[in-house]
């Protein structure tokens, strides 16, 4: 059984618009024109229980709009779903007595307070008994270590340990599906990887269920087979990383070093990607040619110290998606 279910969701907001001019001077004293915004259009997805999903598009593509319906601050104009059964936003009491929301550019923890204290607010607010909640938050302090931080006020934290934090305090009541929307923004790579590491610990571990939206695509990369792509409010595909790649582009990354700076390495139907110093980044097509084609070719044009075969980057391929797959806004 589906543990997240959403059928033709549809939002629309009412935007202001001002003109310049004299039009534009009216308007601003109280005469103001709308007009209607469609943030979601008719979108659909299931996920199932334990699912870890990837929930991606580039800025204003609809991604935090569905999270906030999914996690019932919003309420749709249209459409349909469900969350364990519940409908989030007529149901939000016991609705958000299940779930755990982590929202990178915002705050649960009470900023002049210690983390403890926010962390026991937290608690009573959910109603957490202290015979869960003790053992529980002693759990999530080994596991994000952050026992050296409970006493420290929330505004002196770092970015990155604030982060911990606040996954750990979205976990106070034991949510079984959590809704991260952007939440490596601004870390360093060190706490990014700790971030990811707890959250791939919780999904293995606990099953919890965990849809990820991110601008970060080594994210998606580390964290989630399946992905979703959204683009002005409309899904554009439900597929895997790889099935993503391929549907963008059969290309292949040959990363050359070597033996003698002014090689060229080149060979019939590669491209030159790159060139930096003795390192060379070439491209080919995989359907034309074979990586072991690709290897014997270049190694026979040139003294090579060392070669590896990759795709793309993930932030190439995801980009030509986009273009080819353009949706006028509605």
């Known amino acids: 059984m589906a543990h997240i279910v959403v059928d033709d969701l549809v939002k629309t907001f009412s935007v202001a618009e001002r003109k310049p001019g004299l039009l534009g001077a009216i308007q601003n004293l109280g005469w103001r024109s709308e007009r209607q915004v469609r943030a979601l259009d008719g979108v ?4 199932g229980h334990g699912e870890l999903v990837a929930y991606i598009g580039p800025n204003g ?35 958000v007595a299940r779930i755990g929301v982590v929202f990178g550019q915002r705050s649960q923890l009470w900023w002049d307070l210690p ?3 926010s962390f026991a607010l937290i608690a009573a607010i959910y109603d957490v008994p202290a015979s869960e909640y003790r053992p529980r938050l ?4 080994e596991r994000f270590e952050i026992a050296p931080l409970l006493d420290v006020p929330v505004r002196q934290l770092s970015l990155g340990q604030r982060m911990r934090c606040e996954l750990a305090a979205a976990l106070l009541h034991g949510p079984e599906l959590l809704f991260l929307d952007e939440p490596t923004i601004g ?10 590491r707890h959250i791939i610990e919780l999904n293995r571990e606990q099953g919890t269920t965990v849809l990820l939206t991110t601008h970060d695509l080594d994210d ?31 290309e292949r990354r040959l990363i050359v070093d070597l033996e003698r700076e002014g090689d060229d390495p080149l060979f019939p139907g590669s491209r030159l990607v790159e060139r930096s110093g003795p390192r060379v980044t070439l491209a080919f097509d995989s359907s034309e040619t074979s ?23 993930i932030e190439e391929v ?12 509605s």
Do not use: M
Request: proline share 5%; charged share 25%.
């Open 44 to 47: 659909s997805f299931s996920i």
């Open 61 to 95: 593509a609809g991604k935090s709009t569905s999270i906030k319906i999914l996690a019932g601050i919003l309420v749709p104009s249209s459409g349909h779903c469900t969350v364990a059964g519940r409908v989030p936003w007529k149901e939000r009491r016991r609705h």
């Open 115 to 117: 983390v403890a204290d």
């Open 138 to 141: 002693a759990k999530l302090v």
């Open 187 to 196: 870390l360093d790579a060190a706490s990014k990887l700790a971030i990811r």
């Open 220 to 250: 998606v990369e580390a964290l989630c087979r399946r992905v979703l792509v959204i683009n002005h409010g409309r899904v554009l595909a439900d597929t895997t990383l790889d099935g993503l790649r391929t549907s963008v582009t059969r």
């Open 291 to 313: 990586a072991a084609r690709a290897i014997a070719q270049v190694s026979a044009r040139a003294a090579i110290l060392d070669l590896l075969v990759v795709p793309p980057p």
């Open 318 to 329: 995801v980009a030509h998606f986009y273009e080819s797959k353009r949706v006028e806004p």
